[in-house]
């Protein structure tokens, strides 16, 4: 059984950093396109960045451009979201994802962990 576990988040004030991961059991990742999705809120859950098999590729959402991060670390079988120069609109619950696809769809993704929050103070 494929299990995801997010870690890393918590309360910061704008401006500051956070570094998610997501621990991977019961599958290897290196099969596995890694996403990074979030939901505030009142809102639908909506793409931040994914990363293809092997780190050669990633792709951000434009709200989180230049300020986030997304790796890979096979070996270790998980997958990073580094956050910086947060604001409070990143306020929202991240989940990470496993897919089969270089997608920004949620339906795309296979694979999900129970999120973790992240809080951004002004």
């Known amino acids: 059984q494929v299990q995801l576990v997010e870690s890393g988040g918590g309360l910061v004030q704008a401006g500051g950093s956070l570094r998610l991961s997501c621990a991977v059991s019961g599958h290897s990742i290196s099969t596995y396109v890694m996403g990074w999705f979030r939901q505030a809120p009142g809102k639908e859950r909506e793409f931040v960045a994914h990363i293809s098999w092997n780190g050669g590729r990633s792709y951000y959402a434009d709200s989180v451009k230049g300020r986030f991060t997304i790796s890979r670390d096979n070996g270790k079988n998980t997958a990073y979201l580094q956050m910086n120069s947060l604001k409070p609109e990143d306020t929202a619950v991240y989940y990470c994802?496993?897919?089969?696809?270089?997608?920004?769809?949620?339906?795309?993704?296979?694979?999900w962990g129970q999120g973790t929050q992240v809080t951004v103070s002004s």
């Open positions: 994802a496993g897919g089969g696809a270089l997608s920004t769809r949620l339906g795309d993704f296979l694979s």
